[in-house]
Nanobody, 116 residues
Framework: VQLQASGGGLVQAGGSLRLSCAAS?????????MGWYCQAPGKERELVAT???????NYADSVKGRFTVSRDNAKKTMYLQMNSLKDEDTAVYYC??????????WGQGTLVTVSS
């Protein structure tokens, strides 16, 4: 399975971005849970949001009410709608395909920079 993340960029605080994660190379996407992680400079990678194969979602407290994760199984793509962005959201965002409750496959990351 290959994952390709895209959609990052430079945005002002309070603005919005939508990240995409396209999967290829297998049939696992539609039956797998997926997730978004982020890694800020000097910090460890941390969970942002997950979405189950059935569409159930879970969010880190820091993004609840601002970020929305979704998926389109027909397009084998997962999305992260990021609204009301804050300086502290600046990070590289990675998508992952989860198997047996563990992140197993990773995309290459897309950089989100929020300027105040």
């Amino acid at each position: 399975v290959q994952l390709q993340a895209s959609g990052g960029g430079l945005v002002q605080a309070g603005g919005s971005l939508r990240l995409s994660c396209a999967a290829s190379g297998g049939r696992m996407f539609s039956i797998s849970d997926m997730g978004w992680y982020c890694q800020a400079p000097g910090k460890e990678r941390e969970l942002v949001a997950t979405i189950t194969s059935g569409g159930g979602t879970n969010y880190a407290d820091s993004v609840k009410g601002r970020f929305t994760v979704s998926r389109d199984n027909a397009k084998k793509t997962m999305y992260l709608q990021m609204n009301s962005l804050k300086d502290e959201d600046t990070a590289v965002y990675y998508c992952t395909l989860i198997t047996y409750s563990e992140p197993r496959y990773w995309g290459q990351g897309t950089l989100v920079t929020v300027s105040s």
